[in-house]
């Protein structure tokens, strides 16, 4: 991902510089994970995520049939098989996907826009003498 998208990841990233107690990310380099098991969506965007989401489809290919994933504003309509990929601004195109019979997952990686306040402020802890933030000063950002 970082050679395909550097910039987003390199966005992604400055979140993961100042994680609570400076754990490391178990889905670098995103904040997030989302496991969807047999789920059908009505047409969302997701306005907290931040840039871009990562999509893997889990399916029994055999046995299962339908659950594409569209994206209405670009006009796309993705039969996606098992181990595929994709990547897109979830908070700014609106997508769901259809019925489907068999079984169906998805893992869905992202990070939230509502981490901006972590860094400005450590989302008004910041100053607070019974807790030691690293936040944007202190990180450099």
């Given at each position: 991902m970082e050679k395909i998208l550097p910039g987003q990841v390199e966005e992604?990233?400055?979140?993961?510089?100042?994680?609570?107690?400076?754990q490391a990310?178990?889905?670098?380099?995103?904040t997030g994970c989302v496991l969807n098991i047999?789920?059908?969506t009505q047409v969302h965007r997701d306005p907290n995520d931040k840039e871009i989401c990562l999509v893997i489809a889990i399916t029994d290919s055999l046995?299962?049939?339908?659950?594409?994933?569209?994206?209405?504003?670009?006009?796309?309509?993705?039969?996606?098989?098992?181990g595929d990929v994709?990547?897109?601004?979830?908070?700014k195109i609106s997508h769901f996907n259809?019925?489907?019979?068999?079984?169906?997952a998805s893992l869905v990686f992202q990070s939230d826009s509502r981490f901006?306040?972590?860094?400005?402020?450590?989302?008004?802890?910041?100053?607070?003498?019974y807790i030691r933030l690293c936040?944007?000063?202190d990180a450099g950002l």
């Open positions: 992604l990233k400055m979140y993961l510089e100042v994680l609570p107690f400076q990310s178990a889905v670098y380099p995103f047999n789920v059908t046995n299962c049939e339908g659950g594409e994933l569209c994206l209405m504003e670009p006009g796309l309509v993705l039969a996606l098989r098992n994709v990547v897109f601004p979830s908070c259809l019925h489907f019979k068999g079984r169906r901006d306040d972590w860094l400005k402020d450590g989302n008004g802890w910041d100053g607070n003498i936040t944007s000063r």
